[in-house]
């Protein structure tokens, strides 16, 4: 781990060696976001109509004086179809019912918290960001049923990421994640990971490989009696897992598969989990079809999907999608069929 930071104080150092200095500039500032409904029918539930995740972001970039660039993004997400409300409900009903109730609460959630710098050499970002290993996941084109089986995050905190220019169709990325511990007497984690890949593009097609290591302690009370006496049980945990994707693009068809193999060792009991996902679509004039499989093998349980879809744009940065998605009983996800509208801006 330490050859990591070792290696990512080196690139900040090459970023930042003096340049042509050039006079400084007030940052861009671009306001960008979505609103995205969903009416969904999962099987042995009620259909629903929900949120899916409102999201309103700033995002820009400038020069510093000594001709390095730099940028930011900060971006949040709204959901407020979780209960809040009036507590009396229905007819005096002790139970809440936030579609009629006279407040909701939004709850508010922090997904990209981050600046950086960028040079000759490449770009280096800290704080909450886009995990580089998503990259690898070019099957994940779908909508509401996309990343079933995704073993890592698609963003990660307390984080810094080093990112390579394109070199002859090559990039690089080395990242690590330093969460020291929060104690609120209930729990206390203490998180180290470590992530490293890269890609390589020709042509049409493109292949990602990356790499996630990451430990980390929990520490959580055994029950209430317990948590009054300070005692606590003390979870030591390791997961290491290693993602490759690769794609092809043939005017229309667009092909995408990707392969995972992780392991998780909690107190010394290790799980294994091997996952493929394969994903097809062809574009025909304003619509995209989309034809998706993924399986996954958790320590000899074995879980698989079958996905279809058709996402329609409608012009002016409106589109509307309609999608299902079939998975068998050991899976322990509901069949479902889902609807949804988004705008952008």
């Known amino acids: 781990m330490k050859i990591a930071f070792y290696c990512l104080g080196l690139f900040c150092l090459l970023l930042c060696a003096p340049s042509t200095f050039a006079e400084d500039t007030t940052p861009s500032v671009n306001v960008y976001g979505r609103l995205h409904f969903i009416l969904a029918n999962v099987k042995d539930k009620n259909t629903s109509i929900n949120t899916a995740?409102?999201?309103?972001?700033?995002?820009?970039?400038?020069k510093l004086s000594n001709g390095l660039g730099y940028f930011y993004k900060l971006e949040?997400?709204?959901?407020?179809?979780?209960?809040?409300?009036?507590?009396?409900?229905?007819?005096?009903?002790?139970?809440?019912?936030?579609?009629?109730?006279?407040?909701?609460?939004?709850?508010?959630?922090?997904?990209?918290?981050?600046?950086?710098?960028?040079?000759?050499?490449?770009?280096?970002?800290?704080g909450r960001q886009g995990s580089p290993m998503t990259g690898t996941y070019m099957a994940n084109v779908f909508e509401a049923n996309s990343g079933a089986y995704l073993q890592t995050p698609y963003r990660i905190g307390h984080s810094i990421v080093f990112k390579s220019k394109n070199f002859s169709g090559t990039k690089a990325y080395l990242g690590a994640v330093l969460e020291g511990g929060v104690s609120d007497d209930t729990n206390e984690?203490?998180?180290?990971?470590?992530?490293?890949?890269?890609?390589?593009?020709?042509?049409?097609?493109?292949?990602?490989?990356?790499?996630?290591?990451?430990?980390?302690?929990?520490?959580?009370?055994?029950?209430?009696?317990?948590?009054?006496?300070?005692?606590?049980?003390?979870?030591?945990?390791k997961f290491s897992n290693w993602s490759l994707g690769m794609s092809y693009s043939m005017r229309e068809i667009y092909l995408g598969v990707n392969l995972e193999s992780s392991s998780e060792e909690v107190d010394g009991a290790k799980t294994n989990t091997d996952v493929?996902?394969?994903?097809?679509?062809?574009?025909?004039?304003?619509?995209?079809?989309?034809?998706?499989?993924?399986?996954?093998?958790e320590g000899g349980v074995k879980k698989n999907r079958f996905l279809m879809g058709a996402y329609v744009n409608l012009g002016g940065n409106n589109d509307w999608y309609i999608e299902t998605g079939q998975y068998n009983e050991d899976d322990g996800r509901g069949d479902n069929l889902v609807t949804g509208y988004r705008i952008k801006f």
């Open 276 to 297: 493929i996902e394969l994903a097809f679509t062809y574009t025909f004039e304003t619509v995209v079809y989309g034809f998706g499989y993924g399986s996954a093998d």
């Open 76 to 126: 949040t997400e709204y959901s407020n179809d979780n209960n809040f409300g009036r507590k009396d409900g229905i007819g005096g009903n002790s139970q809440s019912a936030s579609a009629i109730s006279g407040t909701d609460l939004a709850d508010v959630k922090v997904r990209h918290s981050n600046v950086g710098i960028k040079g000759r050499k490449g770009s280096v970002s800290v």
């Open 189 to 237: 984690q203490n998180l180290n990971a470590i992530i490293l890949g890269g890609s390589y593009s020709t042509g049409d097609f493109h292949v990602d490989l990356g790499f996630f290591n990451a430990d980390y302690d929990l520490k959580s009370p055994d029950d209430v009696l317990t948590l009054l006496d300070d005692e606590s049980t003390n979870t030591k945990t």
């Open 53 to 62: 995740g409102h999201r309103i972001g700033l995002k820009g970039e400038g």
